[in-house]
């Protein structure tokens, strides 16, 4: 046990090449590590916070890491050049958090959506120029393609305004497990931070455990730091009323072999 009383694993060249691989990871997106991130998102091993330290000591003694910011962001060696944006990147997620915030609202409030929540690099605190503002959002069963019609219109509406809001992952409520199990859609899992509706978005983390075979110590880390008020308002309420009928059984249909169509020209 650790001085925390957490159990000591993945101690030795394993846990090594997890820090590693993990600080690597981020390298593709041209973002440093902090010191609390790579323990949260270390890939494949399990590890207490301290000893993850102990070993990023170790490493970026021997030459294989190295560090700024007095060894609190972690990076490959010559990969400096990460650092001095990184400001930058901070400082532009800082600014985009409240639209971020807006139209998550919004879209909560568009019928069928049952949760809303931030993904890519907004969620990391890392955005880089012309990023967008990725969302993960669920919807009611049944109603997935209706769903995702009013939310593009909605995207289209924040163009006007000048956001670049993209909906990265849309799946119905019935739906969370997913079969694509990958680092990457498990780090977007991981890493999302809910505004709308966190029970449902803690579901979507109990179906998708397999996230922790990649990233251990994540389980259970659940952010629910920007959660927003967004009950269902009336008009809401009776356009779901209205839209629920047979009728439109065959409305989602032709939607969704409409854009199956289009999406399989223009992946």
């Known amino acids: 046990m650790d001085d925390m009383g957490q159990p000591v694993t993945g101690v030795g060249p394993d846990l090594d090449e997890a820090v590693i691989a993990t600080v690597a990871y981020s390298d593709v997106f041209d973002f440093p590590v902090d010191r609390r991130d790579l323990h949260r998102f270390l890939i494949g091993c399990p590890a207490p916070p301290r ?9 970026e003694a021997a030459g294989r890491l190295a560090s700024g910011d007095e060894g609190a962001l972690v990076h490959l060696p010559g990969r400096e050049e990460v650092l001095a944006v990184h400001a930058e990147r901070v400082a532009r997620a800082t600014r985009m958090w409240p639209r971020a915030e807006r139209w998550a609202r919004l879209m909560g409030r568009v019928p069928f959506v049952r949760m809303v929540a931030v993904t890519g690099g907004l969620a990391c605190d890392s955005v880089a120029d012309h ?8 919807t009611s069963p049944r109603r997935l393609w209706t769903a995702r019609l009013m939310v593009v219109a909605l ?33 977007e899992i991981v890493q999302s931070i809910p505004l709308v509706n966190p029970e449902l978005w803690a579901e979507l983390r109990e179906r998708n455990r397999w996230t922790d075979e990649f990233i ?22 009776v356009v779901e009323w209205g839209l629920r009928w047979r009728l439109f059984d065959r409305f989602e249909a032709w939607e969704m072999r409409r854009k199956v169509a289009r999406l399989s020209l223009n992946p």
């Open 51 to 59: 000893q993850v330290d102990e070993v990023v000591d170790r490493l």
């Open 131 to 138: 990023d967008d503002i990725d969302y993960f959002i669920v």
């Open 155 to 187: 995207v289209r509406v924040a163009r006007i305004f000048g956001d670049d809001v993209c909906p990265n992952y849309l799946v119905a409520e019935d739906s969370l497990t997913f079969d694509d199990r990958s680092l990457y859609v498990a780090r």
């Open 216 to 237: 251990p110590n994540s389980a259970g880390d659940w952010n629910h730091t920007h959660e927003l008020d967004t009950r269902p308002g009336v008009v809401t309420r």
